[in-house]
C-alpha cells in the first residue's frame, strides 16, 4: 500500500508539469508571421497611455454623461419630492382611520351600528 501513494505521487507531479508547461505556451505571446515589435525612435513624442478617442465622438459622448447626469438629478429632486408627499398622505390616513374608530367607539357605545371602514384605510390602522 505505502508504494502505491508514491506512484500516484510521481504521477500527479508529472502530469502537474506537463501541465505547466502547456499553460505556459498557450499563454506566452506569440510571434506574428516573424515581425519584430517596431518601437518609436528615440526622440519621438509617445501619445498618452490609455483609449485614444477623437474630440467629436469625446464631445458626444461626454454630452450624453451630462445630460444622464442632469436627469439622474432631476428623478433624484422628484423622488425625494414624492416621498415627502407620499409620508405626508400616510399621515393623514393614519389621522383618519383613528377618527373614523374613535367615531365608531363612540356610535358604539350609543347602540348604533358603527360605520364600515373603508378597505382602503385598513393598511393605515394602528390598532
Sequence with gaps: MGGDGTVLGVVIAVVGGICSVLVAR???????????????????????PGLQVSPEIWEYVSGRFDRLEAD?????????TKKIEVT??????????????????????????PEEVPRELIPYSIE
Design 26 to 48: 498557450v499563454s506566452a505571446p506569440r510571434d506574428r508571421g516573424g515581425q519584430q515589435t517596431q518601437f518609436p525612435p528615440e526622440g519621438a513624442e509617445m501619445p498618452p
Design 88 to 113: 405626508t398622505l400616510e399621515r393623514l390616513l393614519r389621522s383618519a382611520m383613528r377618527i373614523i374608530r374613535r367615531a365608531n367607539r363612540r356610535l358604539a357605545a350609543r347602540g348604533e351600528t
Design 72 to 80: 439622474v438629478a432631476h428623478l433624484t429632486n422628484v423622488v425625494e
